[in-house]
Every structure is written in C-alpha cells, then in structure tokens.
C-alpha cells in the first residue's frame, strides 16, 4: 500500500508528460503501415523533389538537396527569405522559412516539400510560380 501510494502522487507528473498522446502513437502507426505497402509513394516523393530540385538550380536558386522529400533554397538574408515565403503564400505555394536559430545567424533558408499525393504539375506550378515572385 505504501509503494502504491508513493507511486501514485509521485509517478503522476512522469506518466502524463513522458507518455505518448495516443493520437499521435495512431498516426504514427498507420503512417508506418502505409510505408510498407506502399513503397510506391516514396519513390513517387523522392522523384518529385529531384524535378523540384532541378528546377530550382535551373532558375538560379542555391538549393540544398539530400534526396529526401524536403528541398532547401538558402537564402542571403532572413528578410529576403521572409519576403519570398510571404510572396509564395500569398501566390498558393507553401513553403517553410528557416531562419536563426534553426540555421545560422545571418543565414536563411526555404524550405520546400513534396508528397506523394502531389504531381508534376504541382512542381510545375510550383517552379513557374517561384520563378515569377522570388527572381
């Protein structure tokens, strides 16, 4: 009874903050279960972040690209950086800016994403689009 007591008012903290929300335990579980029947999706990703990538080095941007699904584009300063990713929003393109302290000071960075339910016309729209509001 002692153990169970002591346990019970001074576990609570750890149970609640170190445990995983469900939701996200499902999700992950499910996101994992798609991954393996369906490999299709990442090579269909990895090959629509390369056209990206290309497309992007071809219109002038510094990209950064691992061969993952996200595709970099540094930037010169975080206001040119914060400029273009407004521009691109406001345009119907969503992108993510990096700035200090997620990169280095004095540095930025676009961050630009493809999935497996995107298409080459979506990387299209996406290059025309950059290439319009960004250079």
Request: glycine content about 8%; charged content about 25%; hydrophobic content about 45%.
């Amino acid at each position: 009874a002692d153990v169970i007591e002591h346990l019970r008012v001074h576990a609570r903290p750890f149970v609640f903050t170190a445990s995983a929300v469900p939701a996200a335990v499902g999700a992950a579980q499910e996101a994992l279960r798609i991954c393996r029947s369906e490999p299709w999706r990442r090579d269909h990703t990895i090959a629509l972040a390369t056209r990206l990538a290309d497309g992007l080095r071809g219109i002038g941007g510094d990209v950064s690209f691992a061969g993952s699904a996200i595709v970099g584009v540094r930037m010169r300063d975080e206001w040119q950086a914060t400029l273009a990713w407004r521009a691109l929003f406001e345009a119907g393109i969503y992108v993510n800016v990096g700035v200090f302290p997620a990169v280095p000071r004095g540095e930025a960075l676009l961050r630009l994403s493809t999935t497996s339910v995107h298409e080459e016309a979506d990387v299209d729209r996406c290059l025309e689009t950059y290439a319009r509001v960004v250079r």
